[in-house]
């Protein structure tokens, strides 16, 4: 089974794939999970999935905030 979700750049995001072996008449149950972070692949398999790309999220979003809270802070200083 192959699962993603259509995007614009990448054309596709999260995609994942899972090895499912039914007999006629047989269910499964898969959960997916897209990726936090668009370039990572999504989870597929059975439930509960973590959630995939968080770290390489928290790697980017982090410095960033943390940046725009020293330039807010000098600018503080700056015009008082």
Known sequence: MHVHLPSAFPSQVGA???AVWLRPGETVELEYRAPMWA????ALGPAPQKWPGRGALLA???PMIL??????????????
């Open 60 to 62: 980017v979003v982090t």
């Open 39 to 42: 370039f990572s692949r999504g």
């Open 67 to 80: 940046a725009l809270f020293v330039f807010v802070f000098f600018l503080v200083r700056l015009l008082s």
């Open 16 to 18: 994942a794939d899972a």
